[in-house]
């Protein structure tokens, strides 16, 4: 006999550790957990599974949010829903079908991978993948284990943290994730999809620009309720990784499709850990753009967003749209960087004026080019009056 049944909003919460991140490991958490009385939010958790074929069923259970249960539940998701229930005032269900330390390879199905990727060849790569990083950790283990027994034998203390084991294979194969946790729900009546993931692909984001739309025609297809919602969260601001700007690029391809949306967290993230504790922030965001765009309710989504550059005599000249209180954290302005035509990059001085900014360099008197928070870790001042930070973004297509 079915009980406690209801009727309400689902939204598909998929992608890697930091969709996956529990509200215990978040900002506040005890606190946060300790209000977490909402019987009319739910959460279904799916298992750590993969499969060569696709599935019928997978395993888990729906859980009432409790402050004995939200602990364990996806951060991301978890705050999100709080923010549609608090507005909605309707039952919010989670759907929390995520993984850490997975690719984008992982959860689209063979037909979707194979209008960009040979399939073959993602399997190769999947192999030879799996293998390097097998070697990689034995080679580091070895060295480990060495400099250990020399401390040990000089006498020394020995603070060196032993190499961490590489990601279990199985969770990267391709399309092993998306037959094993995607199609037993589909096509269940779902409201949309909230999406993190993006940084186990940063190395290729070339190929990402046409993995990551191919991904949501896929779901889209499967769940059979046209272009429903998918909004995702553009990769947090993290220590020196040189392809982090142009994977954020590579995200933002997804915005040419519609019903999608884009929480920016370039100015939330922790330079030095790769899951960003403010979990609160990520899902306020991405509940701004389901609010505004699944829901209809107005209201301001998204944070200054580059609309072109006009050359000026010496400088540049920089527009935006969402820009409506246009302002700064920093008086300074740091973050943008501009180039003439032999594309050298020199830090340069910004100004606000109105709803443009106006960029210039001693050292760049012919600016052709303007980039702004492009790279892994960057400063990121700029804000609307909505108080939602600008992307990163550049107007040129250069090279890395």
Request: glycine residues 8%; contains cysteine.
């Amino acid at each position: 006999v079915a009980r406690d049944i209801l009727v309400g909003e689902i939204w598909l919460c998929s992608g890697q550790s930091n969709m996956e991140w529990p509200v215990r490991r978040t900002l506040n958490a005890d606190a946060e957990i300790a209000a977490a009385d909402f019987p009319l939010i739910r959460h279904f958790k799916t298992p750590p599974v993969s499969a060569d074929a696709p599935a019928a069923d997978t395993g888990g259970e729906w859980q009432t949010c409790r402050p004995a249960t939200v602990g364990a539940f996806t951060a991301a998701g978890f705050y999100f829903g709080r923010e549609l229930f608090k507005k909605l005032n309707v039952p919010v269900g989670l759907l929390n079908c995520s993984w850490g330390g997975t690719p984008i390879e992982a959860w689209m199905s063979a037909g979707a991978l194979a209008t960009v990727l040979e399939p073959a060849e993602a399997v190769r790569r999947w192999r030879a993948d799996a293998g390097e990083r097998q070697a990689n950790y034995e080679t580091d283990l070895a060295r480990w284990s060495q400099a250990r027994a020399a401390a040990e034998k000089a006498g020394r203390e020995f603070k060196r943290p032993q190499p961490r084991k590489p990601v279990d294979a199985v969770r990267r194969r391709p399309s092993g994730l998306y037959n094993a946790l995607i199609t037993p729900f589909a096509p269940a009546a779902i409201r949309g999809v909230i999406w993190y993931q993006g940084e186990a692909n940063a190395e290729r984001h070339a190929e990402y620009r046409a993995l990551f739309p191919a991904l949501i025609r896929s779901w889209r297809t499967d769940f059979q309720q046209g272009d429903i919602p998918f909004y995702y969260v553009q990769l947090a601001n993290f220590r020196p990784r040189p392809a982090w700007p142009f994977q954020r690029e590579a995200q933002d391809a997804a915005l040419k499709l519609p019903n999608t949306g884009r929480a920016v967290a370039i100015d939330i993230g922790d330079g030095g850990n790769i899951h960003p504790q403010n979990k609160q922030e990520v899902g306020r965001r991405l509940a701004l753009l389901a609010l505004a765009g699944a829901y209809g309710l107005g209201g301001e989504f998204s944070g200054p967003e580059f609309a072109g550059v006009v050359r000026e005599k010496g400088a540049l000249r920089v527009k935006f749209t969402h820009a409506a209180g246009l302002k700064t954290k920093d008086p300074t302005l740091p973050g943008f960087v501009i180039a003439g035509a032999d594309k050298k990059f020199a830090p340069a001085t910004a100004r606000i004026e109105g709803e443009e900014v106006v960029v210039s360099a001693e050292s760049v008197p012919a600016p052709v080019a303007v980039r702004y928070a492009w790279a892994a870790d960057p400063p990121a001042p700029l804000y609307n009056a909505a108080g939602l930070p600008a992307s990163p973004f550049r107007n040129d297509d250069w090279d890395e």
